[in-house]
């Protein structure tokens, strides 16, 4: 199955409320974009985006949730969850689909 993934940070950002964007130093070494509270939790997402429809990562991350947007829809994982993943399955690469089935905290919202 082909999908078409692309970030659009600032359709994501409006899901938010009272949004904080990170410096250029916390997006280069703390790997998050944009702070907001979603669903009454203040957390940090990485918008980052995809590369040849990749996305790398770093264990060292302090974003709590990282966001994909996937053609009418954005797909949000747990970035603890998603390391213990990978961690116990001793990857490096990963499907997103597979991810979905596999982790038991995300979040699909539809694009208004």
Known sequence: MNLILHMSSNDFKQLLTITKEATTNQKKKELW???GILHNQKLK?????LK????????????????????????IVDTEELHQYLKD????VVHLWELISKLEWNIILPKN
């Open 33 to 35: 974009d944009v702070e």
């Open 45 to 49: 997402f990485d918008l980052r985006p």
């Open 52 to 75: 040849n429809y990749a996305k790398g990562g770093s264990f060292k991350t302090k974003a709590d949730k990282i966001v994909y947007d996937v053609k009418d829809q954005f797909i």
């Open 89 to 92: 399955n001793r990857s490096k």
